[in-house]
């Protein structure tokens, strides 16, 4: 349900400022998709909303950016307009002839009102973020999703937050080397890992695996060394490999369930879903 459905009254609950606040969720995984929600301390004026990455735009460059420019006439018409509709989305476009600013970068919101399509510009990106983007992705695509929107009410102006993505980094790995029968494992978990990732940079895959196996043998309880073995093994079409890695850490995680670290829920998720995927792959 939209902003305005329930300033216009179409749902019940407290009201801010004359308008009916976001509902809280506190469970991350019931808040969803395009779904307005708070947190239980948030103040009613506050709707936060998750939103998918941009098509072809899965790596996030910028977080929680503010959109700058918000309070001039148009733009403030457009951002209340748009924080009260539904179906919101966001697009991004350079200014080449910005007067002011050669890296300028304005932030166009669409959404609708009723049954009607509107579009406006909202504001722009600050400087110090489309400066950053230019030295860093020229004239790559970008895109951005809403995170945060402060809707306007008595004595506060509204706002827009939002996340800033760009295409995959492309990574060239290097060749892969002869394993290195005089390099020796860590005895230290962490020490495995970061090793690893050193390793497996210079090419030296095995040696890498080796030190991913001895973390996974000791029943580390992070996600690192079985990721980046489930990765070596996909690439090399050892699927053996990939599903005895996933089992592994299913066993880990499986035993640390009552702990109460959150993150170990998600992680536990993630493996499961990732070993049933290659399951159904060896099957057919």
Known sequence: MSFWDRVTG????????????????VDPYARGFDSEFRLADDPGYVIRINQRH????????????????????????????????AHRRIELLRVLDNPVDPNAIAVYGRWSAG????????GFLPSDVSSEIARN???????????????????RSPGLRLDVWAPRRQVVRPAERAHRPDWQVPSDSVERNL???????????????ECYEANIRDGFDG???????????????????EIRV?????EVLERLESSPRSDIAPKLEKFRQG???????SEK
Do not use: W
């Open 54 to 85: 941009p098509k072809g735009l899965p790596r996030k460059i910028a977080e929680f950016v503010a959109v700058a420019g918000i309070m001039r006439p148009e733009p403030l018409a457009n951002a209340c307009a748009f924080i009260s509709g």
């Open 115 to 122: 049954e009607v399509e509107k579009a406006g510009r909202l």
């Open 137 to 155: 992705l020229g004239d790559s695509a970008i895109g951005a999703t809403l995170k945060v929107m402060y809707a306007r009410i008595a004595g």
């Open 10 to 25: 179409k749902s019940s609950g407290a009201s801010v400022g004359g308008a009916m606040s976001a509902p809280v969720v």
């Open 246 to 250: 996933l089992r592994r850490a299913v």
């Open 195 to 209: 090793r690893g990732i050193q390793l497996e940079a210079e090419g030296l895959v095995d040696n890498a695996i």
């Open 223 to 241: 996600n690192h060394p079985y990721d980046r073995l489930a990765v070596i093994f996909r690439r090399r079409r050892d699927a053996d490999g």
């Open 275 to 281: 070993l049933r995927r290659v399951l159904e792959r």
